[in-house]
């Protein structure tokens, strides 16, 4: 029998966000079909998270604004940590 593939994604899968989802910390900044690379995932069921790294295209999309607050916070901007239901594998 053959394993089923998962539709979870895993390190170093590349991922798109949902349509409709926003950063988390910043409601107002729109993210859907940003693109990015599974660093990490963690948790369970609901609670799970994926962290992952905005590839160039991503990068590209994201407001002046959104980096630039980043930066005053110390965050890295090129980063982000979402709830795994808010993004599909890309392929």
């Known amino acids: ?4 593939q998962s539709s979870k994604p895993k390190s170093g899968q ?3 966000v949902k349509d409709g989802i926003t950063m988390p910390e910043y409601p107002d900044i ?3 079909g940003w693109t ?6 963690q948790g369970r069921g609901a609670t799970a998270k994926v962290i992952l ?4 295209p991503a990068l590209e999309a994201m407001p002046a604004s959104y980096r ?3 930066e005053s916070q110390q965050l890295l ?4 940590c979402l ?8 392929e």
């Open 68 to 70: 630039e607050e980043c």
């Open 1 to 4: 029998m053959a394993k089923r």
């Open 30 to 32: 729109a993210i859907a």
């Open 77 to 80: 901007h090129t980063m982000a």
């Open 36 to 41: 990015g690379m599974v660093l990490e995932t």
């Open 14 to 16: 590349r991922v798109r």
């Open 53 to 56: 790294e905005w590839d160039d």
């Open 83 to 90: 709830a795994m239901s808010d993004v599909t594998i890309d």
